[in-house]
């Protein structure tokens, strides 16, 4: 069950020796079917986690439009073209310490921007046992993005097009994608 709200208050119940949280939700019927299927489970996992717009469905199919125009126009894969949009335009994944994950290997650059499901770019090589190994930056895919994080990736992606003459939509109809955003 995923529900958005407010922390009304912390207490700290002394009979159980455990903290109590109380959340005031906003959803109330899902929160009154969730709390129903979920009331006699022993043990839950909960995650409560900063409120973050979500990227409108509209934004992440129109991004991939422009990815298959891009890509046909420079003759080279999608996959190779969305890495390639995702490295200059898009989110790094972070480790748990904020610094960006990085891998080291030996597969090629080319080979690496046709991951359909690792997103990396090449920072940095050098040789290591006689074999020259690629630094690449593992970037978060664009399902993982908000509202923010999208609008900069589809703001990239439209200049790369307009660089090669590609039509992209007018300044109105993004605006209606934006719109549909902050919604």
Same mark, same amino acid.
């Given at each position: 069950?995923?529900?958005?709200?407010?922390?009304?208050?912390?207490?700290?119940?002394?009979?159980?020796?455990?903290?109590?949280?109380?959340?005031? %939700?906003? &959803?109330?019927?899902?929160? %009154?079917?969730?709390? &129903?299927?979920?009331?006699?489970?022993?043990?839950?996992?909960?995650?409560? %986690?900063?409120?973050?717009?979500?990227?409108?469905?509209?934004?992440?199919?129109?991004?991939?439009?422009?990815?298959?125009?891009?890509?046909?126009?420079?003759? %080279?894969?999608?996959?190779?073209?969305?890495?390639?949009?995702?490295?200059?335009?898009? =989110?790094?994944?972070?480790?748990?310490?904020?610094?960006?994950?990085?891998?080291?290997?030996?597969?090629?650059?080319? =080979?690496?921007?046709?991951? &359909?499901?690792?997103?990396?770019?090449?920072?940095?090589?050098?040789?290591?046992?006689?074999?020259?190994?690629?630094?690449?930056?593992?970037?978060?895919?664009?399902?993982?993005?908000?509202? !923010?994080?999208?609008?900069?990736?589809?703001?990239? !992606?439209?200049?790369?097009?307009?660089? =090669?003459?590609? &039509?992209?939509?007018?300044?109105?109809?993004?605006?209606?994608?934006?719109?549909?955003?902050? !919604?």
């Amino acid at each position: 069950m995923e529900l958005t709200g407010q922390i009304s208050k912390i207490s700290m119940n002394y009979i159980s020796n455990r903290h109590e949280l109380t959340l005031s %939700i906003f &959803e109330g019927e899902k929160l %009154i079917t969730g709390y &129903e299927e979920l009331k006699d489970t022993e043990l839950l996992d909960v995650r409560i %986690i900063k409120h973050r717009k979500k990227r409108s469905l509209d934004a992440n199919a129109y991004f991939h439009v422009l990815v298959g125009k891009l890509a046909d126009k420079l003759s %080279i894969s999608k996959p190779s073209c969305k890495n390639i949009l995702l490295g200059r335009y898009g =989110q790094s994944m972070e480790l748990e310490n904020g610094e960006a994950a990085i891998i080291k290997t030996n597969i090629p650059v080319a =080979q690496m921007l046709e991951s &359909e499901t690792v997103h990396c770019m090449p920072c940095g090589s050098k040789p290591e046992n006689g074999r020259e190994l690629t630094y690449y930056k593992i970037i978060r895919g664009s399902s993982t993005y908000d509202t !923010a994080e999208m609008s900069r990736l589809i703001d990239g !992606a439209v200049y790369e097009c307009r660089e =090669q003459g590609i &039509e992209t939509l007018t300044p109105e109809e993004l605006s209606r994608i934006i719109s549909q955003w902050k !919604a």
